[in-house]
């Protein structure tokens, strides 16, 4: 809906993050766009802004960023450039709900934002999501696209006397079953997001010796950011190291995982976008971050329980 609100149409440029999910890039393409990817900032793993100007040209419609982790990082730079350009900025908030940069709600710098309620998501409902939309001038027809291109809405309010066909559109809507769902879980996201940064704080504090002593890195989050405890990761040294945890921790009953793997080098990737300048970070990032269990039901034994076994494998090369 973003992408159709944004006017993305043939041959329209969309800079965003290789280092992502689907969604946008997909989205893009269904409108004939052509996804442009850039590099990711290492520290953040968001899109380096500098990377983002470079690859501006006049084909540029959009910009859509990615809050990894609800990390905001590098949002400020972003809306700058985009102002300075006339480009649309959609922020893929699908990570960060509850988070803010400088106090600021993520998800309130673009022009629109996309939320996730996907099951792995903070603030869940099975599937689904939502449109936050802060230019008012959307608004009218963002109500049309999201009830399958008809004026529906307007019908139901009295302004109109019967609905018809007005535009483009599909079926956006949420049931309201699955509303309900999402109102209880929305009622609860300031516990949700709490016991979240709990958990973080645990498996945070807890690797800092392991960081000391070399076997990984832990996120580097600036001051500025207020993160939601979406996800907790460490970057290891290399993919073997890596695939020796993710063995190690499966051994002990933990599920620890990946994350993307890059959109550009994907096949429909390869189809349909283009890169612009160095991809290093994106395919290092993509092949060394492992994302420890992170969930609502998590202990904080459970917590304790991962960083042992985390400890015990990382040590494993070495003591052998
Ligand atoms: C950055 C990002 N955007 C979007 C999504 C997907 O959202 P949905 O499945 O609701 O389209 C994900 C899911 O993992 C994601 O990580």
């Known amino acids: 809906m973003a992408v159709l609100l944004a006017g993305i149409g043939p041959g329209d440029e969309v800079i965003m993050p290789s280092f992502t999910f689907v969604s946008a890039a997909t989205a ?3 409108r004939g766009g052509v996804p442009v990817f850039v590099d990711i900032n290492p520290v953040s793993l968001n899109l380096d802004p500098a990377a983002v100007e470079g690859a501006i040209t006049d084909a540029t419609k959009a910009i859509i960023t990615v809050h990894y982790a609800s990390v905001g990082t590098g949002i400020d730079r972003l809306v700058t450039l985009c102002q300075r350009h006339g480009l649309i900025l959609i922020e893929d908030a699908a990570h960060a709900v509850g988070a803010t940069f400088e106090g600021q709600p ?3 710098f673009g022009q629109m934002a996309t939320l996730s309620f996907h099951e792995t998501k903070n603030v869940i409902s099975g599937e689904g999501g939502a449109l ?3 230019d008012p001038e959307l ?3 963002a109500e049309v696209i999201s009830d399958k291109g008809t004026d529906r809405a307007r019908f139901e309010r ?3 006397q019967k609905y018809v066909w007005q535009d483009v559109g599909s079926s956006f809507r949420a049931s309201e079953l699955t509303s309900a769902f999402l109102l209880a879980q929305l009622e609860e996201q300031d516990a949700i997001v709490a016991r979240r940064r709990e958990l973080w704080a645990r498996y945070h504090i807890a690797l800092e010796s392991h960081e000391i002593r070399g076997g990984l890195l832990r996120p580097n989050i600036s001051q500025s950011c207020g993160t939601n405890g979406h996800i907790y990761y460490v970057l290891l040294s290399d993919e073997d190291k890596r695939r020796t945890l993710i063995d190690g921790l499966k051994a002990q009953g933990i599920h620890a995982v990946f994350h993307y793997v890059p959109l550009h080098d994907s096949p429909a990737g390869r189809r349909y976008s283009r890169t612009a300048g160095s991809m290093a970070h994106t395919v290092s990032i993509a092949s060394r971050i492992l994302r420890l269990p992170m969930h609502l039901g998590l202990t ?6 991962v ?3 985390l400890g015990e494998t990382l040590g494993k090369p070495s003591d052998g």
Request: glycine fraction near 8%; charge should be neutral; hydrophobic fraction near 55%.
């Open 139 to 141: 608004i009218a027809r």
């Open 28 to 30: 893009v393409v269904l």
């Open 106 to 108: 993520l998800g309130s």
């Open 132 to 134: 936050l939309i802060n």
């Open 300 to 305: 904080n034994v459970a917590v304790d329980r």
């Open 307 to 309: 960083v042992t076994a």
């Open 158 to 160: 009295g302004e109109t």
